[in-house]
Nanobody
Framework: QVQLVESGGALVQAGGSLRLSCAAS????????MGWYRQARGKRRELVAT???????NYADHVKGRFNISRDGAKNTVYLQISSMTTEDTEVYYC?????????WGQGAQVTVSS
């Protein structure tokens, strides 16, 4: 079992920045990859970025240059830094991982960008 808890969701003005956190607990020692997804109301959940245990990262094309995923192994936490935010970044952001063919999700963090 793995538990994921996101934090850092907020109301941000356009052009601003935000950092989301995802704290992992439970059977986390075998986790290789963690990721961030986001979902707007009425739309499918989409992948934003992933990071592996050794720090390799991958980004969706439409967020490259504005999003940065990182991790702190000592704190079992993954971060998502978002900059130059626009109203199109207004979504619920979810932390995700897979362990032994089972997917785990956090409860989601609401990010709202005002114009």
């Amino acid at each position: 079992q793995v538990q994921l808890v996101e934090s850092g969701g907020a109301l941000v003005q356009a052009g601003g920045s935000l950092r989301l956190s995802c704290a992992a607990s439970g059977n986390i020692f075998s986790i290789i990859t963690m990721g961030w997804y986001r979902q707007a109301r009425g739309k499918r959940r989409e992948l934003v970025a992933t990071i592996t245990r050794d720090g390799s990262t991958n980004y969706a094309d439409h967020v490259k240059g504005r999003f940065n995923i990182s991790r702190d192994g000592a704190k079992n936490t993954v971060y998502l830094q978002i900059s130059s935010m626009t109203t199109e970044d207004t979504e619920v952001y979810y932390c995700n991982t897979e362990l032994r063919l089972r997917y785990y999700w956090g409860q989601g963090a609401q990010v709202t960008v005002s114009s």
